[in-house]
């Protein structure tokens, strides 16, 4: 009878023991089973602790910035400075964020700006485009540097394009459509990093 | 091996002999033989107990290595990837394969001692009655004395 039951919590021993909040939640809201993605914390806790996802209150982003000729703007002050920028897109039908910026005068006929985009891997990836005056989109996929990694709960997508000094260029965020839960996790918080090197 | 031990039961029934009367019986008992296919059955049947058994063991293991790589009692920093929803699938697995490897590899051991049990072939039991006459038969200036013992 010893020996069965030894037998038993031995066998029980392979099932995994994973305890509430020891992983971040994955691609799609994906957690452990009998685990949820809390949407303020992005951690896979119980189903009953799991809070609806929500943007961040200290965010710079400031809406409404819904369209271009609403968007936000923000200063690069000089060639080879970076800037950060902090937002949320597609809760309360907020659908794409746009921030505006112009290239400063000083900086050389060939410039380039690098647009980094990092974000939970939880929910929907954003697409982000940076548009020049007439509207077409300057940027191009790249690989990042130092990239974030799924592992660690977060993921990035850079991109670089090059800009006119003393023009002005606007940033555009949008849900990529992709890897959303079918539409229940359309939304994301994000970070933005723009610099522009010559 | 058998007919070695027969012959030290028959020795020892004969030494106490010595010390039983003339007249009293001798018991020989003389195990079964077991056929070489009765034996060949049950060692098969162990066998296949201790190798099922065995693959019980090493998928016991593998799925409790699995099991460990994903438990996580404090926070990981990590992400819940296709590559953790991989170890629990394969701790699952190797958790239903350890537990059907134990069942066979008990029920096969368990089989196999019963069977060497059950078909225990019966031992064979020989009882000699000797016969012992004294004789005195004399001689020049005495007589010789012995006895005749028969079978």
């Known amino acids: ?198 | 091996m058998l007919s070695r031990l027969a012959s030290v039961v028959v020795v020892g029934c004969l030494a106490s002999t010595a010390w039983a009367g003339p007249n009293d019986p001798i018991v020989i008992t003389t195990p079964g033989d077991r056929s070489p296919g009765n034996i060949a059955t049950a060692a098969s049947l162990a066998g296949v107990g201790l190798l099922a058994g065995g693959l019980g063991v090493y998928f016991h293991l593998d799925g409790k290595s699995a099991s460990d790589d994903v438990s996580a009692g404090v926070y990981t920093g990590k992400a819940w990837t296709p590559t953790q929803i991989a170890l629990v699938d394969k701790a699952h697995d190797d958790r239903t394969r350890a537990i059907v490897g134990y069942s066979i590899g008990g029920a096969a051991l368990i089989g196999a001692i019963v069977y060497w049990i059950v078909t225990d072939p019966p031992s064979e039991t020989t009882i000699i009655q000797p016969h012992s006459a004294p004789a005195v038969m004399p001689t020049q200036g005495g007589a010789l004395l012995g006895g005749t013992w028969s079978f």
């Open chain 1, 1 to 198: 009878m010893r020996r069965l039951l030894l037998l038993t919590i031995s066998l029980a021993a392979c099932t995994p023991d994973i305890s509430t909040g020891t992983y971040l939640c994955g691609a799609e809201e994906s957690c452990p089973g009998g685990q949820k993605c809390d949407g303020a914390t992005n951690l896979c806790v119980s189903a009953e602790n799991a809070l609806p996802f929500a943007c961040n209150q200290d965010d710079s982003e400031v809406e409404p910035n819904d369209s271009v000729a609403t968007a936000q703007n923000f200063v690069v002050p000089n060639c080879g400075s970076t800037v950060e920028i902090t937002g949320c897109e597609g809760k309360d039908a907020d659908a794409a964020d746009y921030f505006s910026f112009m290239v400063p005068a000083q900086c050389a006929a060939q410039t380039i700006a690098v647009v980094r985009t990092s974000y939970p891997l939880a929910y929907e990836p954003p697409a982000v485009n940076l548009l020049a005056t007439g509207g077409s989109d300057v940027l191009t996929d790249q690989p990042c540097t130092a990239s974030a990694t799924d592992e660690d709960g977060d993921s990035a997508a850079c991109g670089r394009g090059p800009v006119t000094s003393g023009m002005t260029y606007t940033l555009e965020v949008t849900g990529s459509g992709e890897k959303n839960c079918g539409g229940t996790c359309a939304h994301n918080r994000y970070r933005l990093t723009v610099t522009l090197t010559q």
